[in-house]
């Protein structure tokens, strides 16, 4: 149980259902309910499915061109700090949406959902926790993001924006934590 917690909580900081809510509210503005719900169910399958491909071959073909796990762990680590970081920092608004017609797998499933993090993420955890519970935790994240999108209107208006940026800010925080153990076990595998 604590191997599936040890995936879950760095997965689902990586995707960041709190702090993506205004974004997708952006990007799906001016669908009606239904659409909305496609979308929502499109862009969660999509994510997911990626995720899972990533999850399945990415060790494989990272090792194929040789690319060893302290390596991902120093350059993945480097690049969730740097999103972190990016999130803590930043206060640039959410995108409007104008210019896209159809939201659903691409750009909210992927990238948004399924960003560099979460793949970085899912590789790592591969690493250290086998196939079977980074695919559960991914699972369990993914339907925790759809409820969360399919609320995500009656949430952010519970939240507010400020209530929404402060969570998201603590869920960036946590992700810098877990980039840094992860650039620190990297290192101390290639002094071993």
């Known amino acids: 149980m604590k191997a599936f917690w040890v995936c879950f909580v760095p997965l689902f900081v990586a995707v960041d259902p709190i702090g993506i809510m205004p974004v997708f509210l952006g990007l799906t503005r001016g ?3 239904a659409a909305f719900r496609r979308a929502v169910y499109a862009s969660v399958a999509t994510a997911w499915a990626a995720a899972v491909v990533f999850l399945a071959v990415g060790p ?4 194929f061109i040789g ?7 120093v350059a993945g680590g480097a ?4 999103i972190a970081l990016r999130d803590l920092v930043g206060s640039e608004p959410a ?3 104008a210019g896209v017609e159809r939201p659903g797998a691409v750009p909210l499933g992927v990238p948004l959902i399924a960003g560099p993090g979460l793949l970085t993420a899912v590789i790592l955890l591969r690493g250290g926790h086998g196939f079977w519970t980074p695919a559960l935790a991914l699972s369990a994240v993914m339907l925790t993001t759809c409820a969360t999108l399919v609320f995500s209107a009656l949430l952010l208006r519970l939240l507010g924006n400020s209530g929404a940026r402060v969570l998201s800010k603590i869920a960036s925080l946590v992700l810098a934590a877990f980039a840094v153990m992860l650039v620190r076990r990297g290192l101390a595998g290639f002094l071993s």
């Open 60 to 63: 494989e073909l990272l090792g």
């Open 79 to 82: 690049l969730l700090f740097v």
């Open 67 to 73: 690319i060893r796990v302290q390596d991902i762990m």
């Open 95 to 97: 995108p409007a949406g």
């Open 31 to 33: 669908l009606d309910q």
